[in-house]
């Protein structure tokens, strides 16, 4: 079987060929001109209903809401761009760690994002709505997640300069129902954030309160108690605080 012959280039007419070239070398320019593809951020999405994802997690809720953990903490990092914290919507950001901490409830990991990730932009607003949700999970479950609780006083007190709000947090700490499995010195921040208001008297009467209770038992606290509170009944005899 003959194979067609191939006719040589040279025998395209000269018009086409010109077109062609025209064609290309239009082509390139166009593309040249064009500016290059700008990066742009996407939104965090809204988080579905806890039904949703129990049904999407095919009975493995701890599995997904370690997956879901990691998505969200990467989500600021987009192609071609990185989000601050601050330009994400908390709103979102908040109804996500809710969800995730529903798959586990055991799971600190959300907690710790709250108040350690999300709730250290410099943004008292977001600061304030990450410190609000660690208090609210953790009246669920005080046992477990006193330790956020915790460092939200801290962040209250220190980084927000909310004496108010610190001791807030504070007495959560002091007064929840199980605050047998809550360390003593987590139990008694609200003395000393009672003392930068000036409230001394107030700091006075829970010490002492605490001395007399019975529930201090390590002979170090009780005695660094019993000093502290010693300090303050010697400053106030001499009018140094109020």
Same mark, same amino acid.
């Given at each position: 079987m003959r194979r067609p012959s191939q006719r040589p280039l040279s025998c395209v007419p000269a018009r086409? =060929?010109?077109?062609?070239?025209?064609?290309?070398?239009?082509?390139?320019?166009?593309?040249?001109?064009?500016?290059?593809?700008?990066?742009?951020?996407?939104?965090?999405?809204?988080?579905?209903?806890?039904?949703v994802l129990r049904l999407t997690s095919l009975g493995d809720p701890l599995a997904l809401s370690k997956v879901l953990m990691l998505w969200l903490q990467v989500f600021d990092n987009q192609p071609g761009i990185s989000l601050p914290f601050r330009d994400l919507d908390y709103a979102r950001v908040e109804a996500w760690l809710e969800r995730i901490l529903d798959l586990d409830p055991r799971g600190q990991y959300p907690l710790l994002a709250a108040s350690r990730l999300y709730g250290a932009v410099p943004d008292p607003r977001r600061q304030r709505r990450m410190l609000d949700f660690v208090h609210e999970k953790f009246r669920e479950d005080p046992a477990r997640?006193?330790?956020?609780?915790?460092?939200?006083?801290?962040?209250? $007190?220190?980084?927000?300069?909310?004496?108010?709000?610190?001791? $807030?947090?504070?007495?959560?700490? =002091?007064?929840?129902?199980?605050?047998?499995?809550?360390?003593h010195w987590a139990q008694q921040m609200q003395i000393f954030v009672l003392e930068e208001m000036g409230e001394t008297e107030a700091a006075r009467v829970l010490i002492g309160a605490l001395l007399d209770s019975g529930r201090i038992t390590d002979p170090h606290e009780f005695r660094f108690l019993t000093g502290r509170l010693r300090l303050l009944e010697e400053k106030s005899d001499d009018g140094s605080i109020n």
């Amino acid at each position: 079987m003959r194979r067609p012959s191939q006719r040589p280039l040279s025998c395209v007419p000269a018009r086409v =060929a010109a077109l062609l070239g025209a064609g290309l070398l239009l082509q390139v320019a166009w593309h040249g001109a064009q500016p290059p593809p700008q990066p742009r951020a996407e939104d965090l999405p809204p988080a579905p209903q806890a039904a949703v994802l129990r049904l999407t997690s095919l009975g493995d809720p701890l599995a997904l809401s370690k997956v879901l953990m990691l998505w969200l903490q990467v989500f600021d990092n987009q192609p071609g761009i990185s989000l601050p914290f601050r330009d994400l919507d908390y709103a979102r950001v908040e109804a996500w760690l809710e969800r995730i901490l529903d798959l586990d409830p055991r799971g600190q990991y959300p907690l710790l994002a709250a108040s350690r990730l999300y709730g250290a932009v410099p943004d008292p607003r977001r600061q304030r709505r990450m410190l609000d949700f660690v208090h609210e999970k953790f009246r669920e479950d005080p046992a477990r997640r006193w330790p956020w609780l915790a460092h939200a006083v801290y962040v209250a $007190k220190y980084q927000l300069r909310d004496l108010p709000l610190a001791l $807030k947090y504070a007495r959560a700490l =002091a007064d929840n129902p199980g605050r047998g499995e809550i360390p003593h010195w987590a139990q008694q921040m609200q003395i000393f954030v009672l003392e930068e208001m000036g409230e001394t008297e107030a700091a006075r009467v829970l010490i002492g309160a605490l001395l007399d209770s019975g529930r201090i038992t390590d002979p170090h606290e009780f005695r660094f108690l019993t000093g502290r509170l010693r300090l303050l009944e010697e400053k106030s005899d001499d009018g140094s605080i109020n």
